[in-house]
């Protein structure tokens, strides 16, 4: 069935068999028990960090109307341990291994990329900048993009590996953060991190999270998200990575529509497990049916008036109400 | 049962331990069909589904991740958590036995037999019968008993004689009983309401059977207080111990770090999720 | 039941007799079909605008699961419409009338705020500065604290109607905003506008929306709307209004503990025409059953414990994965 | 049946034109309950809802919006327009006909006899039938033969005659005859099938019924190349009409402005919203 149609796509020089990937965090070694891990495009870690750490304080989830609100922090054991343990137990498989990492300061990331990248099995570095960069403040890089031109240049400076950079879309201009991080030769931006929300619990009055608040994930932020790699696809000549929301092959046909080279899956594993190889399938079928050859066709094929398209560099929130 | 996990497609596992052998899920999110689902005390409810064959695989103190049904006005976005209350791969079947508190377990009481039920599993390491355990005690209060259940049926056909204590706020609350005697137990049930059920009592109890050499190791789930007597007395004795532990889920399947715990391992705390590294855990290591 | 219940809040001054309202653009004459008009809190007008003006091409709303896209644009039949027509049909009401307006410069903003306060018959003007300026290339004036300030100045300098600022939800940083308007004058803040989203059809591959993208609203975005409006109470001394997915009396309450002193209901009143009133009545008797006297004692009533809010100052998208 | 607007709780309209009259819901959204909901043809689906006073008193042309049970995998977030079919107040009744064509009519079709359905209503301005018309015709085609159906007894009722003309692709997806003719109406059928159903076919059986004296007005809905006939005939002999309009729809009462359309008025274009100035607008006015 999928004989006639190419999977394949290409994200700044990283050939993928497919463009499914797992998004950071929502994803481990565990799930081969329900998919064949050489059947992804890509493998993305959860975001490490050099030093041990812990995450945050109980509960980490809340659940909301389609969606979860997560503050699972960023527990981590470390470089070495990733080093020595997990890195090895990839290179089993064909499917190329896209480590996340985060550091608190702009040096701390570029040292990190460059003590990985000695270690083979690493195929990209995906860097998580929605991080609170202790510069400035505790705000994250990813919200500004002077922030991001530095992080993302020292990276540059400390790894020949692809380097993808992880949005946050908590920012109010995304498309001008993914410039400076293309700017600054970031090969793909990864669009988008969770939105900051919150829910308090009415029988007690306090936040449902143990970190007050937390990063909002699912379908319910797909139109926010799609939106935002749409203007980022627009603004930046490197892949646009989408992350938000994509629960179902329709999800990831409309992100690769709106200017997406490969999606990746997060919150709608913890529903169906098998959520990407499934969405993979059916990716392969829609193509079929609608005779398009390569899914890399897809990308950025949203049709739009040439008289629309005129109006885009005026539209804001605005003209939304 | 439609598996909904990729169809092992013949596709190899390429550099892998073994190249040859063909990837298979171990764990699988099928459509399971009721079979039965109904009220067997004014708290809890127990279910019956047809499912597959890796799923009916399921061993006591494995869980499974259920996609609960919508009950009007509610919309469960998680699965929830639920343990295995009874297994059995001859007919395909796996049981479970659950209490209505919110939105997940009202969507779970509104199937009717025939309906699809969309289950995970087998999930988390359940508990170790060691071939050697000559007598088990089992003590459980609440949702615990539930997943002490098979345990029962795993007991005597690991040759292990079983001594259940069971806890509750009402001896009409207590589930289970008759399903530990058919298979050979004995059963003490323990309750609020008798003022039996204080650890004080229970502790006794255990005393007693330890002297009577019918307790080589402690099996438990539901219960901080009866974890801790059993912790007091299995250090006392140099017994062995296993607990199920809760904890609020997510995946359910080790990936996102919501279910984490801290543990004693050895004078250290650490860090493990409840989900992938329990939900059964060395009883010393517990911390309640 | 009601009795016991004081459901009364006083927004800078202006007191209401109940915290709900509607919001802007989900409201007009034909609702009182539906519900009583003299149980509200108060009435918002859909945005006027001076001149008339259109609105936008259709499909003008697409829905999504849990929320609506919708990009109706602000269509006016002008002030004087306004004033001759639907200004005295809400005399007949003893419910307070929340003006909102819109212009695309200071300046238009200015003396649109000034003619209407020559009118009796309104009791607050609400500025919905999520709106294009097109002195700054069309981005919404909310999107700045400068820009917010500049308006919100003029505005305080046009009229003595109390001034209610609305502000938007896409900008990376809503407290400071509100600060902005806050320091220049407004008497209070509407926490938020709609976020800007998109949607694909998937058959034409056409974007869903006339105006491509369009503002989500409806339950979906309550959980990022509702940190907003935490986080602005904490960043301002005058009411917070709380706008963003709400459906339910439980929806206003954690609003309320949230840090909102009153709420505005919009999309939900699509699908449940009488959402506000079932929403007075709910209010009154949760208030009721857990034995709060007054509906404001909710106001900011969340409960953090004094560690965490340490860390607050601290909290970013960050933390949340 | 259960109204969900608020009471009418004795609260006066202050200021309003009768001080004294306290205010009453004219819309309401209520849980009516399911009579009937059955296939009438291949493509065409009747409903039959037990609903309260207010709801069954809709006129000819009026709406109702309906909340959509959500089918498997599919959350139909706003409500469904749907024309009134039939309106019987004595019995407390309305009836639909609906095509299934998407997530929220999907939803409607899986209700059975007994179930609740949240319907709002009615909504819009419908067919005004002046008291001296004496023969007037019905122009329908699609889902517009459901909007004209409720004319059928109201034309009766207004002591003038009616001949409908229904368009459809082929002959047994024509409904609406049987209840036509049974309120005595002549009724033409044409089709695509059978090639009598295009514009010029139709146009020659209108200047027959003009010529004859058996149309003094048209009341149409569901084609804008049929309205077209109609309004350049409208024009020639000087008749009036109105048209039934759809447009999509969020709040269908006003509040929204999506569902809004051009209109030419005197030469001028203006714009109004279907679900408010109409569905019913008059017959010059409409552009296609
Ligand atoms: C490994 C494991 C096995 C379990 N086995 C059983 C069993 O056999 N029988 C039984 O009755 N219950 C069992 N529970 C508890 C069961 O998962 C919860 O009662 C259920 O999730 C409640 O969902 P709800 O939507 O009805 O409640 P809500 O309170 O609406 O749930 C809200 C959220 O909190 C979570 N949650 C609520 N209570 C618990 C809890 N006690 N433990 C973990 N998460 C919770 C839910 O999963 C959901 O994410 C088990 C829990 C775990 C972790
Ligand atoms: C005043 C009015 C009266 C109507 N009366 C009838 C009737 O009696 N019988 C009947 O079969 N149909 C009628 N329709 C059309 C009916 O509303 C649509 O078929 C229905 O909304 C489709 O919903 P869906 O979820 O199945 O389709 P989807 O395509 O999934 O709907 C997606 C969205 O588009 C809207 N939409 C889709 N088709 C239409 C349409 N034709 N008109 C307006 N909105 C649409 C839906 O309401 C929804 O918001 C009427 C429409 C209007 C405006
Ligand atoms: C439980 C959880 C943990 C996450 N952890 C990380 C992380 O460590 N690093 C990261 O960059 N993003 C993390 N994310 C964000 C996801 O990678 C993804 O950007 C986001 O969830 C949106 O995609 P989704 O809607 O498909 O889940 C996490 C998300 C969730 C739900
Ligand atoms: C159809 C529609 C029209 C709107 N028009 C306006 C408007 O004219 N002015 C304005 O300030 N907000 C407008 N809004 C935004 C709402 O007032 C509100 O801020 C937003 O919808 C979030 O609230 P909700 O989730 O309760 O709908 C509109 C929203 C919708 C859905
Ligand atoms: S529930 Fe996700 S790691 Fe345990
Ligand atoms: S549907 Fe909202 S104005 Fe017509």
Redesign the interface.
Same mark, same amino acid.
């Given at each position: 069935m999928s004989m006639n149609v190419d999977l394949a796509v290409d994200i700044g020089g990283l050939r993928l068999k497919n463009p499914v990937m797992p998004a950071s /965090?929502?994803?481990?070694? *565990?799930?081969?028990? $329900?998919?064949?891990?050489? @059947?992804l495009g890509a493998f993305v870690t959860?975001?490490i960090t050099r030093e041990l750490r812990?995450?945050?304080p #109980?509960? @980490?989830?809340v659940?909301?109307? /389609?969606?979860?609100? &997560?503050?699972?922090?960023?527990?981590s054991k470390g470089v070495s341990h990733f080093v020595e343990r997990t890195l090895p137990h990839y @290179?089993?498989?064909?499917t190329p291994l896209v480590v996340s990492i985060s550091a608190p300061t702009t040096e701390g990331f570029a040292s990190l990329a460059a003590e990985l990248s000695a270690f083979p099995g690493i195929a990209a570095i995906e860097a998580?900048i929605?991080?609170?960069n202790i510069e400035e403040d505790?705000?994250?890089f !990813?919200?500004?993009a002077g922030a991001t031109e530095r992080v993302t240049r020292a990276l540059r400076e400390a790894t020949r590996l692809p380097l993808w950079v992880k949005l946050?879309?908590?920012? /109010?201009?995304v498309p001008e953060v993914a410039q400076a991080a293309e700017a600054s030769g970031a090969d793909a931006v990864v669009v988008a &991190?969770?939105?900051?929300?919150?829910?308090?619990d009415?029988r007690?009055?306090?936040?449902c999270l143990g970190?007050?608040?937390?990063?909002?994930s *699912?379908?319910?932020?797909?139109?926010?998200v799609? @939106?935002q790699v749409?203007q980022c696809a627009k603004a930046v000549r490197i892949p646009v990575i989408g992350c938000g929301g994509i629960a179902t092959a329709?999800d990831a046909?409309?992100y690769m529509? !709106?200017g997406a080279s490969a999606v990746q899956v997060g919150t709608a594993?913890?529903?169906?497990?098998?959520a990407m190889?499934?969405i993979i399938?059916a990716l392969a079928e829609f193509c079929l049916r609608r005779e398009i050859p390569r899914v890399a066709d897809l990308v950025g /094929?949203?049709?739009?008036e040439e008289a629309?398209e005129r109006?885009?560099?005026? #539209?804001?929130? $605005?003209? !939304?109400? | 049962m439609e598996p909904m996990t990729v169809r092992p497609d013949g596709q190899q596992d390429a550099a892998g331990g073994c190249a040859c052998a063909p990837w298979k899920a171990s764990v699988v999110a099928e459509l399971a069909e009721v079979v039965q689902n109904r009220a067997v005390n004014g708290e809890y409810r127990h279910m019956v589904v047809h499912c597959s064959a890796e799923a009916a695989a399921a061993q006591p103190g494995q869980f499974f991740q259920l996609l609960c049904p919508m009950p009007p006005g509610e919309a469960p976005f998680l699965r929830r958590p639920m343990s295995l209350y009874g297994a059995f791969p001859d007919r395909r079947q796996v049981e479970f036995l659950y209490k209505v508190t919110g939105a997940g377990t009202r969507g779970l009481d509104m199937l009717k037999p025939g309906d699809r039920l969309d289950i995970m599993g087998p999930l988390g390491t359940g508990y170790r019968l060691d071939p050697g355990l000559r007598h088990i005690v089992a003590v459980g209060r609440g949702a615990g008993l539930a997943t002490l259940a098979p345990l029962a049926r795993a007991a005597r056909l690991n040759g292990s004689k079983i001594t259940a204590i069971f806890s509750a706020r009402r001896p009409d609350l207590v589930v289970s009983v008759d399903l530990f005697r058919a298979e050979g137990a004995e059963v003490i049930t323990v309750t609020d309401q008798e003022q039996t059920s204080g650890p004080a009592n229970v502790e006794r109890i255990l005393r007693g059977l330890i002297a009577e050499g019918r307790c080589n190791a402690f099996y438990t789930c539901g219960s901080s207080r009866l974890m801790r007597v059993q912790q007091r007395l299995a250090q006392e004795y140099g017994l062995p111990g296993q607990v199920a532990m809760e904890q609020q889920m997510a995946c359910g399947i080790g990936l996102c770090y919501c279910c984490v715990r801290d543990f004693n391992v050895d004078g250290a705390i650490v860090n493990r999720r409840v989900c992938w590294d329990g939900p059964v855990f060395d009883l010393m290591e517990a911390l309640p």
């Open positions: /965090g929502t994803f481990a070694e *565990g799930l081969d028990k $329900v998919m064949d891990f050489n @059947r959860k975001t812990d995450g945050n #109980l509960p @980490r989830v659940e909301q109307p /389609g969606s979860l609100i &997560n503050a699972i922090g960023i527990p @290179r089993r498989y064909d998580n929605s991080c609170p505790g705000k994250a !990813a919200m500004h946050t879309p908590n920012t /109010g201009n &991190n969770t939105i900051l929300a919150m829910a308090i009415l007690t009055f306090k936040p970190n007050i608040m937390g990063g909002l *699912g379908p319910a932020i797909k139109p926010i799609l @939106r749409f329709e046909v409309e529509l !709106a594993t913890f529903v169906q497990p098998a190889t499934t399938d /094929g949203v049709l739009i629309d109006d885009l560099a005026w #539209l804001d929130p $605005v003209a !939304a109400s | -």
